[in-house]
């Protein structure tokens, strides 16, 4: 029997190139992000669940009710301006540095934080920073969770590095599921951002000893501050879908 030939390393690497050449020649022209474009503007809705098919106060209900169950604590408040008070009372309870690292929303930034006697800056948080405060571009009533995009003004880590995240949620832009959310985006004139994060609760893990561990890849600690006052931006509406299942 006749010893088999050794792998030449640069031959292998050869091959693998020209097997992905050869793949991606049918798609050197434009005909693959046309049907791409066209299969998400024909896209169909699924069926959704009905539990979240209720009215604008059925739905906020229904989010906190969610948001709860998966230890997210929940506070609300009427106006933007309440947000100072709200959050020194919940960083003192919870024995945390008057200290906090904010997203540069307008809403947030423009807030008058002296009262509250909490330091404030406005940048990408360091790994020491023990809270973070971002605004949610919706939230999903069906299980409560936060849907944050990321851009120059709010940064990812914001919601992942602090031990302690808070995200303001205006009740205004609580969606009854994901689907309604994620065609609102689609539909909407501002460009793709570079990521869109999906948040229930704060981070947990059952890995170790099966026993529940917060905190184990993010922050230990959420707060949502839903805010009455109304926002800039439109209600998600609802996308129209064939039926409801229960």
Known sequence: MSASKPIN????????????KSALEPFRDNSAKAQV????????????????DLDSKGRVELFIEQAMRVQTDVDRIDTYADMPGVIANYLRRHNLPMRLVIAGDDRLVSTDWSESLIEVKTS??????????????????????????????????????????????????????????????????????????LITGPSRSGDIEQTLQLGAHGPKRLLILMVNQESDEEPIPDIDVPDLTT
């Open 9 to 20: 390393a640069k031959d292998a690497r050869g091959q693998v190139f020209a097997a992905m």
């Open 37 to 52: 474009q066209e299969r998400l503007s024909a896209s169909v809705p699924t069926l959704i669940p009905a539990r979240a």
């Open 124 to 197: 990408s948080p360091d790994p020491d920073d023990p809270v973070g405060l971002t605004t949610a571009f919706a939230g999903i009533a069906e299980t409560g969770t936060l849907m944050l995009t990321s851009d120059r003004d709010h940064p990812t880590m914001l919601a992942f590095l602090p031990e302690t995240a808070i995200v303001v949620l205006p009740t205004d832009r609580i969606a009854r599921a994901y689907e309604d959310v994620m065609h609102a985006f689609r539909k909407g004139d501002q460009p793709l951002p570079r990521s869109i994060n």
